[in-house]
Structures are given as C-alpha cells and as structure tokens.
Nanobody, 115 residues
Framework: QVQLVESGGGLVQPGGSLRLSCAAS????????MGWYRQAPGKERELVAD???????IYADSVKGRFTISRDNAKNTLYLQMNSLKPEDTAVYYC?????????WGQGSQVTVSS
C-alpha cells in the first residue's frame, strides 16, 4: 500500500518559483514510475512531468525548460521545481505513483500564479 502527501503549493507572482514535494510511504518506492499532473478549472487533468524508475524524464511541451522533476529514492520523495511561472500554470497539482498493479494519487496542491 502507498500513501502520498504533497506540500509546497501556494501563491506566487509571474516569473517566480515554487517547489512541490510529494512524500510517499509504502514499499518498493524505487521500482515505481512517478509523475506530476495538474488540473485547471474546466479542463481535464493533464500530465506535467514524469520520471521513470531509471530516472528518465518526460515533460509536457508547455513546461519544458521551466520545470524539473526529480526523485530521491532514499527519502521516498518526488519533487517538482517550477521556475519562470506563468498565470496559465495556475492549477491543482497532483503527484502520482504507478505501481505494477495500480495508480496512487496525492491529495492535490493549489498553485496560483498571479500579480
């Protein structure tokens, strides 16, 4: 069983930075693929970034060059460093772990980019 707790969301001005963290409990953390998703009002949840068990990363075109996903297996923690934030980045951000059998989701963190 896996449980995920997110932190680091909040309000930031355009051009600013935030770092989201997702702390996991459970077994086999290092064997899981993990990712960050976001959902803005009126839109479907979309993939922001993904990192495999081998630390291979994938980014949505909209965040490429601005966001960095990373994982620390020793700390059972997933991170999303967000730089050069734009108002269109405003959304609820969810971390996700994909095990061999099912998906696990964090509770969601609100990120608001506004002046």
């Amino acid at each position: 069983q896996v449980q995920l707790v997110e932190s680091g969301g909040g309000l930031v001005q355009p051009g600013g930075s935030l770092r989201l963290s997702c702390a996991a409990s459970g077994s086999f953390f290092s064997t899981y693929a993990m990712g960050w998703y976001r959902q803005a009002p009126g839109k479907e949840r979309e993939l922001v970034a993904d990192i495999s068990r081998d630390f291979i990363t994938i980014y949505a075109d909209s965040v490429k060059g601005r966001f960095t996903i990373s994982r620390d297996n020793a700390k059972n923690t997933l991170y999303l460093q967000m730089n050069s934030l734009k108002p269109e980045d405003t959304a609820v951000y969810y971390c996700k772990i994909q095990s061999s059998t099912r998906s696990y989701w964090g509770q969601g963190s609100q990120v608001t980019v506004s002046s």
